[in-house]
């Protein structure tokens, strides 16, 4: 019976996973292919996994008590964003509930997001042969906005970065568990590089940076041979790279650059001084979401939703304590995604993320 659910963890799991792919291949699907991921197949996932959990914890009932709230809500014709928000963030903590060891974490993970990641790979040859020829238009941002319909053109990027950041784990404990293989090794670097070229073709500043940080904590025999050639290559070509780095941030100078973010913040603290007058549940969320921030999720349903802030900094003061330095790194990666570019995707994975480096540096969990 446990095997058995195990086995449906999995497949729900890979899934999971897979349906973030699909768009890239059936573009004007994507709002029913988002809507059944993060409805029923999220659901789902949550239900069986929760099985898993034999003592439930006080953070285990928070969190399905919010599930099962934002999950009625919605039923009732409320944003259905929280409800997709809080499984996202909650799902991560379910699933690693059935985690006893190293091993168990391998059976359970790592076919489901080695073949997502691979298919993702597949998938985006198609997208890029279908949108090459507009790249070179100078309207083509407008039809890689239209390309999904509804979804930001970042959607791209977004996925590549979640995908990668989720991979690292499951490649980081391999690695420790069997050793590396090249085949791991080649997936895990296809997986990054992509990723800065989609969030250079998508102009998607965030997950450009956090993919060039995530690519040096895992380039660990490179790194000085990258400190010291950058540097160089920057003073060397720095008349033509200042051009191209602003107009890749979107601005004519630096100063515009900064100024930039003025929009973002502003939403953020509509949303936050919306949620301080509407306790509990904003009845008006929809209108007041921020541009795409994690404040999103910790006033959806303010001021209970404040409660996944705990396994972050939980997870953070662990790798503060442990002085690991990838894990940092890739921390800084995920957050600073979720900080600027959030969506459904990324939230789950720093959530991963984070349940990750509790189940990493914990002691009780041997090989």
């Excluded at 029923?40 to 003592?55: C, E, G, Q, T, W």
Aim: proline share 2%; hydrophobic share 55%.
């Amino acid at each position: 019976m446990v095997l058995r659910r195990t086995s449906l963890v999995k497949f729900l799991f890979f899934l999971f996973l897979f349906l973030h792919a699909v768009p890239l291949i059936f573009n004007q699907s994507y709002q029913i292919i988002t809507i059944l991921n993060y409805s029923i197949v999220i659901f789902s996932l949550l239900i069986i996994s929760s099985f898993n959990n034999k003592k439930m914890s006080l953070i285990s009932i928070i969190y399905m008590s919010l599930i099962c709230v934002s999950v009625g809500m919605s039923v009732l014709g409320f944003s259905g964003s929280i409800s997709s928000l809080v499984m996202a963030a909650s799902l991560p903590h379910f699933l690693f509930s059935g985690v006893n060891s190293k091993k168990d974490f391998l059976k359970l993970f790592y076919q489901p997001i080695i073949l997502s990641s691979f298919l993702l790979i597949i998938f985006s040859a198609f997208l890029y042969t279908s949108v090459k020829g507009n790249l070179g238009s100078y309207s083509y941002l407008i039809v890689l906005g239209e390309y999904f319909v509804i979804a930001s053109i970042n959607y791209v990027p977004l996925v590549f970065i979640s995908m990668s950041l989720i991979a690292y784990s499951i490649f980081k404990t391999k690695a420790e568990h069997l050793g590396n293989t090249r085949y791991d090794i080649i997936l895990f670097n296809v997986l990054v590089l992509l990723t800065i070229f989609y969030s250079s073709i998508f102009l998607t500043r965030s997950v450009f940076m956090s993919s060039l940080i995530l690519l040096y904590a895992y380039l660990k025999k490179a790194r000085t041979l990258l400190l010291l050639s950058i540097p160089i290559g920057v003073v060397y070509n720095i008349d033509i790279i200042i051009p191209i780095f602003s107009n890749f941030f979107g601005a004519d100078n630096f100063l515009d650059i900064i100024l930039s973010a003025d929009s973002r913040t502003d939403s953020a603290r509509n949303l936050i001084n919306s949620s301080l007058y509407h306790i509990f549940y904003n009845l008006d969320y929809s209108n007041q979401m921020s541009y795409s921030t994690i404040t999103n999720l910790l006033f959806s349903m303010f001021p209970l939703t404040f409660i996944f802030l705990y396994s972050p900094f939980n997870a953070l003061i662990a790798i503060i304590k442990k002085r690991e330095v990838n894990l940092f790194l890739v921390f800084l990666s995920s957050f600073t995604v979720v900080l600027f570019q959030m969506d459904f995707f990324s939230i789950f994975a720093f959530f991963f993320f984070t349940e990750y480096v509790r189940f990493f540096i914990n002691e009780e969990y041997v090989i």
